[in-house]
């Protein structure tokens, strides 16, 4: 019996865990900001096939700064403070990186690596799945905790 409660209890927490993850999700598209960062931390949703099948449309990723980003790594860069471009670092050339999209054919400018704004750490298929369905998620742990 204890056994069982401490797992619907570490279900609970997950899914409220989501939620408050999906709502920050939400927040960081609706605000005008290019990029929101707690702790180090910023949660994005990929727009593009270029790093497809590693990244796919309407992944949710999640970046961390680092203080070193090496070849291999797929970072988030920012271009001219303006839009995000998400590729894996392919050649590091002092303080720039080239990147390229896993699908695309050709390389990107060389990126200065002060326009790093993190490498993706995390690829939730659960976060997407919650967030397409946010209200259901919302509703399910709604009903969840009526019936408990």
Same mark, same amino acid.
């Not at 797992?7 to 993850?21: C, D």
């Given at each position: 019996?204890?056994?069982?409660? +401490?797992?619907?209890?570490?279900?609970?927490?997950?899914?409220?865990?989501?939620?408050?993850?999906? !709502?920050?999700?939400?927040?960081?598209?609706?605000?005008?900001? !290019?990029? *929101? +960062?707690?702790?180090?931390?910023?949660?994005?949703?990929?727009?593009?096939?270029?790093?497809?099948? &590693?990244?796919?449309?309407? @992944?949710?990723? /999640?970046?961390?700064?680092?203080? &070193?980003?090496?070849?291999?790594?797929?970072? *988030?860069?920012?271009? @001219? #403070?303006?839009?995000?471009?998400?590729?894996?670092? $392919?050649?590091?050339?002092?303080?720039?990186?080239?990147?390229?999209? @896993?699908?695309?054919? *050709?390389?990107? &400018?060389?990126?200065? +690596?002060? #326009? $790093? &704004?993190?490498?993706?750490?995390?690829?939730?298929? !659960?976060? +997407? /799945? $919650?967030? @397409?369905?946010?209200?259901?998620?919302? /509703?399910?742990?709604?009903?969840?905790?009526? /019936?408990?």
């Amino acid at each position: 019996m204890m056994h069982n409660m +401490k797992s619907i209890i570490k279900f609970i927490v997950a899914v409220i865990l989501s939620i408050l993850l999906t !709502l920050f999700i939400y927040h960081q598209m609706m605000t005008s900001k !290019l990029l *929101t +960062k707690i702790g180090g931390f910023s949660v994005l949703i990929v727009n593009s096939g270029s790093m497809e099948p &590693e990244l796919k449309i309407g @992944d949710i990723i /999640l970046i961390k700064e680092c203080k &070193e980003y090496k070849a291999g790594d797929i970072v *988030t860069y920012n271009v @001219d #403070n303006s839009y995000l471009i998400t590729h894996r670092i $392919i050649k590091e050339e002092g303080n720039y990186v080239i990147t390229k999209g @896993d699908s695309n054919n *050709t390389t990107d &400018e060389k990126v200065n +690596k002060n #326009n $790093i &704004e993190g490498k993706v750490i995390f690829n939730s298929k !659960l976060l +997407k /799945l $919650i967030y @397409d369905h946010w209200v259901v998620a919302v /509703l399910v742990i709604f009903l969840i905790l009526i /019936l408990l």
